[in-house]
């Protein structure tokens, strides 16, 4: 698994990904992940295609070292987005992304991860408890559990 950049080579493949029809309130498409990068430059986005075997499997999106400005803008390092294509699922790929993406922040400075879920029966809460993810005991503006993983 590896993290690419999104280019010409890979671009339509990475805007084709999907979640599962029962995830997509959890998480946006990648196509809106870049519109919403493209709109919030002061969160200092931060994003790439998730490959393995050569194929794009997922994307993220961080926050990158941003200066927090709560409710808004969550940092200083904020996973803003994590999509794992349904067809990829449950072959391990999210949580080596999270993995990933902490040693990479943790080799910048950063002594936390920080991201948010919706808080359903059938959401993400178990699987970022399984990465070692404990709730702040705060929530963003949309009302999302804010969650911290210690590096």
């Given at each position: 698994m590896e993290l690419r950049?999104?280019?010409?080579?890979?671009?339509?493949?990475?805007?084709?990904l999907?979640?599962?029809?029962?995830?997509r309130r959890f998480v946006e498409s990648v196509r809106r992940s870049l519109a919403?990068?493209?709109a919030h430059p002061e969160a200092n986005p931060w994003?790439?295609?998730?490959h393995a075997g050569g194929e794009p499997v997922g994307f993220v999106m961080l926050s990158w070292d941003v200066a927090p400005r709560p409710?808004?803008?969550?940092?200083?390092?904020?996973?803003?987005?994590?999509?794992?294509d349904e067809r990829h699922q449950g072959r391990g790929y999210?949580?080596?992304?999270?993995?990933?993406?902490?040693?990479?922040?943790?080799?910048?400075?950063?002594?936390?991860?920080?991201?948010?879920?919706?808080?359903?029966?059938?959401g993400p809460a178990g699987f970022y408890a399984r990465l070692g993810f404990t709730?702040?005991?705060?929530?963003?503006?949309?009302?999302e559990?804010?969650?911290?993983?210690?590096?």
């Open positions: 950049e999104i280019g010409e080579d890979n671009r339509e493949a990475v805007l084709a999907r979640v599962a029809p029962g995830q919403d990068a493209a994003f790439r295609a998730v409710p808004e803008i969550i940092g200083p390092w904020f996973l803003w987005r994590l999509l794992i999210g949580a080596a992304t999270v993995r990933r993406v902490a040693d990479l922040i943790r080799e910048h400075g950063a002594t936390e991860l920080l991201t948010s879920y919706v808080a359903a029966e059938d709730p702040t005991g705060d929530l963003d503006v949309n009302g559990v804010i969650v911290r993983l210690p590096l």
